[in-house]
Nanobody, 123 residues
């Protein structure tokens, strides 16, 4: 069983930055591809980013446009999402997920989820 706990969300003005963290309680953290998704009110869960086991490759949703960076520290069992140049449209609950069974950019494929952290970007 894998438990994921996100932190780092909050309220920020447009143009600002936030760094989200996701701590995993599993000894084999380095075996898991990790992903970040988000869900705005009234919308479906959307792929944000994913990173390989070693952290050598990452993929991002089309809307990111170079503003976000996903990275991981396997020694700390933690994956991060650095978000810069935030826009009001980025307002959502952000979730981390572990171990996609097939496509890493599809929410339904992930086995484990955190509880989410709210990100609110004001004008």
């Amino acid at each position: 069983q894998v438990q994921l706990v996100e932190s780092g969300g909050g309220l920020v003005q447009a143009g600002g930055s936030l760094k989200l963290s996701c701590a995993a309680s599993v000894r084999t953290f380095s075996n898991y591809i990790m992903g970040w998704f988000r869900q705005a009110r009234g919308k479906e869960r959307e792929f944000v980013a994913a990173i390989t086991w070693t952290g050598d490759r990452a993929s991002y949703g089309d809307f990111v446009n170079g503003r976000f960076t996903i990275f991981r520290d396997n020694a700390k069992n933690t994956v991060y999402l650095q978000m810069n140049s935030l826009e009001p449209e980025d307002t959502a609950v952000y979730y981390c997920a572990a171990n996609p069974r097939s496509r890493y950019d599809v929410a339904d494929g992930y086995d484990y989820w955190g509880q989410g952290t709210q990100v609110t970007v004001s004008q």
